[in-house]
């Protein structure tokens, strides 16, 4: 037994305590041909629904280019972003703050801070990478020998350069702490890093969130978590977000951990948690990642997936869920398949019943209900025992529904250009409102998804590879280009992404041309050069961005000050 598979074990095992009932549930499975061990089952309940789905398995550790120009908006938007969490770690090395090198550091992270607040999500920043205590051995600390002079003049410059963005951030205000790769120091000096920056940060922007401790590890009743518990309620400075890391752990036990040793001490924690850090380098794959988004869905944590990159591919590909080739054109790997489905599971939730290995994630809505299932430890025959489709709308005819069941590959780790694979498209009869679905687990780093239609409904299986354009998208031009725009804005300020189509030729260069309302700027440009920054201002392509085969499409992006409500571009080929 290799290490992967029994780090996996053992978390699974943790997860088996807490679902109760679920192996007498797998007892009554009948083995199936394909199992290479213990078969078990799962349920799926549609008559106790919760509340909407809000995603909070889709958040990331870096995984935008440098310039923020990449990976393109699809792959952020088809699996509902919503978070992510970077400081410039890596450029330079070393670089940052402590080594003479802030400026670049500051500059990938304000683009992507930038185009996270276009693409709808929430940025925490790292001050620790932008220091430089991003892993590369540095000879200095904030507070080394008692003196605070330059970590105040970091924390000053930083604060300055938030504020010029116009864009709200979470501030997580150092990165495990109780790791001495990242702070190699007392945890008493720790501690007074943490009551010097919080009351600056509050000062300076009242309505930012503070997140901490983001420890290497999970909430515990002793050591370093009630530690800091401790401190941070004795000196007033509770952070809005506690956080942790789960690498590997389960976020149910953890959240659990968390109640108990937060309640003891009176300290209120009304906010979702945070688990900022999940899913080891060997939990990367379909099974776990569904897995994990099953977890966290139950436990009511947001959670940001894990980057085990390096270099400049930390800056890229999505924290590994996407795999590009030198011309920089991207490809999804299984994964990022899982999150699609997840993405697209709307209405409400349904119960599940997990088994000591596996879990899954269930929606219904309209016309439709759909289960993401995973579990990376083991294999053998999944039974999925769905109940009370009576409860679902526009699903059930004539007491028969159509179940199409996907494989999601991990494929080695390999790009999955072609989506989930179909393993069932049939249309069953219900017996007592309710049906199994039976799911052959042959390699353990798979997914599955369950999609329930009505048995007339003869579309294409649900994630048939697809990409999504904007609403405001005109069609295109016959020949040429259009451009059409999706604005973020809040009282100040606005973030644009122009998406630019070409029509029945493909382009080789284009141009858009747009008139900025009356006391509105462009302060920052990324994937086009600006001809101006107010007035009427012509965005050109750069030198990646120019060919744009027919009817496909790429974007650019623009922050400015004032308004830019009613923007309307327009594209020119040169």
């Not at 990938?108 to 892993?135: M, N």
């Not at 010029?164 to 205000?173: K, N, R, S």
């Not at 983001?214 to 002793?222: E, N």
């Not at 011309?327 to 999150?339: D, F, I, L, M, T």
């Amino acid at each position: 037994m290799n290490i992967a598979f029994r780090r996996r074990s053992v978390r699974r095992l943790l997860a088996a305590s807490l679902a109760i009932g679920a192996l007498a549930a797998a007892a009554t499975v009948a083995a199936s041909p394909t199992a290479q061990a213990a078969d078990e089952s799962i349920s799926v309940n549609f008559a106790n629904a919760g509340g909407a789905p809000t995603y909070r398995a889709s958040g990331w550790i870096y995984g935008m280019t440098e310039n923020a120009a990449a990976p393109a908006d699809n792959f952020y938007r088809e699996v509902k972003f919503r978070y992510m969490r970077a400081g410039g770690a890596q450029l330079d090395s070393p670089g940052g703050w402590v080594s003479g090198k802030y400026d670049r550091r500051w500059n990938a992270t304000r683009a992507q801070l930038l185009r996270t607040r276009s693409l709808g999500g929430e940025f925490i920043i790292l001050p620790h990478d932008l220091w430089g205590a991003d892993g590369y051995p540095i000879s200095r600390f904030p507070g080394d020998n008692g003196n605070w002079a330059d970590y105040d003049a970091f924390l000053t410059r930083l604060i300055n350069d938030v504020r010029a963005t116009g864009a709200p951030v979470q501030w997580d205000i150092w990165n495990e702490p109780n790791l001495g790769l990242f702070w190699n120091r007392p945890q008493s000096q720790y501690f007074e890093l943490w009551r010097r920056t919080y009351p600056r940060i509050r000062a300076a922007f009242p309505s930012h969130l503070i997140v901490g401790p983001s420890i290497a590890g999970v909430p515990s009743t002793g050591g370093w978590w009630v530690q800091y518990l401790d401190f941070v309620k004795s000196t007033n400075t509770i952070p809005d977000i506690f956080s942790w890391h789960a690498l590997p752990s389960d976020p149910v036990a953890n959240v659990a951990t968390a109640n108990s040793t937060l309640d003891a001490r009176g300290i209120p924690h009304p906010r979702p948690y945070q688990i900022n850090e999940y899913g080891a380098s060997n939990e990367q794959n379909p099974g776990d990642g569904a897995w994990y988004i099953a977890r966290l869905e139950r436990a009511g944590a947001d959670g940001l997936r894990a980057n085990w990159a390096s270099g400049g591919n930390l800056h890229n590909d999505l924290g590994n869920l996407l795999v590009h080739n030198s011309a920089g054109v991207h490809q999804p790997k299984g994964e990022w398949w899982a999150y699609r489905f997840y993405g697209g599971q709307t209405g409400t939730i349904a119960s599940v019943t997990p088994s000591a290995a596996y879990d899954a994630f269930a929606t219904k809505t309209a016309g439709n209900a759909k289960i993401l299932v995973g579990g990376g430890g083991t294999t053998g025959n999944i039974a999925v025992n769905l109940q009370r489709l009576d409860t679902t709308s526009g699903v059930v005819q004539d007491n028969r529904v159509r179940v199409v069941a996907e494989r999601i590959p991990y494929n080695g780790g390999a790009a999955v250009p072609g989506g989930p694979v179909v393993i069932q498209d049939t249309v069953v009869t219900l017996s007592n409102n309710g049906t199994t679905v039976n799911l052959p687990h042959t390699v353990a780093d798979d997914a599955f998804t369950i999609t329930l239609l009505p048995p007339g409904n003869t579309t294409p299986p649900p994630t048939t590879p697809a990409t999504t354009p904007p609403t405001t998208s005109p069609p295109p031009n016959p020949s040429g280009c259009t451009a059409s725009v999706s604005l973020n804005s809040w009282t100040g300020g606005f973030v644009a992404t122009v998406r630019v189509s070409a029509g029945s030729t493909p382009l080789t260069g284009w141009r858009v041309t747009a008139a900025l309302p009356a006391g509105a700027s462009v302060t920052n440009t990324w994937g086009a050069t600006a001809s101006a920054s107010s007035g009427t201002v012509q965005f050109a392509n750069v030198s990646w961005n120019g060919s744009v085969a027919a009817g496909q499409s790429v974007e650019f992006g623009f922050q400015g000050s004032g308004s830019a409500a009613g923007l309307t571009p327009t594209c020119t080929t040169p």
